[in-house]
T-cell receptor
C-alpha cells in the first residue's frame, strides 16, 4: 500500500513569507507526528495528532508554527513569517495504535 | 530527563567487515521503547526495529542484530558482513509513551561509510 506522502518535496521561500507543508498519512493510521531535522538541532519532535483529540503541540518552537489535521487524515504544518533558522527538513510520520512510526520523504525548506 | 547518546559520529569500514553502532539512553520510566532507523542518502527514514523495555531478548534479522541491555542502558546494533548498501546514517531513538503519544527522542545519528 501507499506510504506517507509529503508535499512539496522542496520549498524555497523568502524570509518573512508564510509556508504550508502537507502530509498524507498511511490510510487507516490514526496517529500523525511532525518532526524537524536540521543541522544544528538534529531530529526534534514538533507536534502529535491522535484521531480527533486535541494535538500535543509541546514541541513547536514558536507561535509562528501551527498545524492542523482535517478529518483525521491530511495534516498541514504552517510556518508564518519564516526565518532563516526555520530552514530544515520537515518530516511527517504516521502510526496505527502502536509505537512504530513510518516516515514520509520529508519537505526540505530553505529560507533565503 | 530523557536522552539518547550515539557517541560515534562517523564510522568507516571495509566491505564485509562487521560493525557495531552504539546507543546509550537515559529515562526514568519503567516502560519505554527503543528504535533504530536508517536514513540512506535519499533521505527517507526507514524503520528497522523496536524493542520494548520489558523484553531484553536480543534479535537477529539477516545480517542485522541488536543487543539490548537494561543494566547498561544500551541498545547496540551490529551489521555483519557489511555491504555498500548499508551506507547510511543510523539513528537510535527512545519513546516514553504518554497517553498514547509515542513521540521519539533521537540520538544524533552515526554515519556509516562502507
Amino acid at each position: 500500500g501507499a506510504g506517507v506522502s509529503q508535499s512539496p518535496s522542496n520549498k524555497v521561500t523568502e524570509k518573512g513569507k508564510d509556508v504550508e507543508l502537507r502530509c498524507d498519512p498511511i490510510s487507516g493510521h490514526t496517529a500523525l507526528y511532525w518532526y524537524r531535522q536540521s543541522l544544528g538541532q538534529g531530529l526534534e519532535f514538533l507536534i502529535y495528532f491522535q484521531g480527533n483529540s486535541a494535538p500535543d503541540k509541546s514541541g513547536l518552537p514558536s507561535d509562528r508554527f501551527s498545524a492542523e489535521r482535517t478529518g483525521g487524515s491530511v495534516s498541514t504544518l504552517t510556518i508564518q513569517r519564516t526565518q532563516q533558522e526555520d530552514s530544515a527538513v520537515y518530516l511527517c510520520a504516521s502510526s496505527s495504535q502502536g509505537p512504530e512510526q513510518y516516515f514520509g520523504p520529508g519537505t526540505r525548506l530553505t529560507v533565503t | 530527563a530523557q536522552k539518547v547518546t550515539q557517541a560515534q559520529t562517523e564510522i568507516s569500514v571495509v566491505e564485509k567487515e562487521d560493525v557495531t553502532l552504539d546507543c546509550v539512553y537515559e529515562t526514568r520510566d519503567t516502560t519505554y521503547y527503543l528504535f533504530w532507523y536508517k536514513q540512506p542518502p535519499s533521505g527517507e527514514l526507514v524503520f528497522l526495529i523496536r524493542r520494548n523495555s520489558f523484553d531484553e531478548q536480543n534479535e537477529i534479522s539477516g545480517r542485522y542484530s541488536w543487543n539490548f541491555q537494561k543494566s547498561t542502558s544500551s541498545f547496540n546494533f551490529t551489521i555483519t558482513a557489511s555491504q555498500v548498501v548499508d551506507s547510511a546514517v543510523y539513528f537510535c531513538a527512545l519513546s516514553e509513551a504518554w497517553e498514547s503519544n509515542y513521540q521519539l527522542i533521537w540520538g544524533a545519528g552515526t554515519k556509516l561509510i562502507i
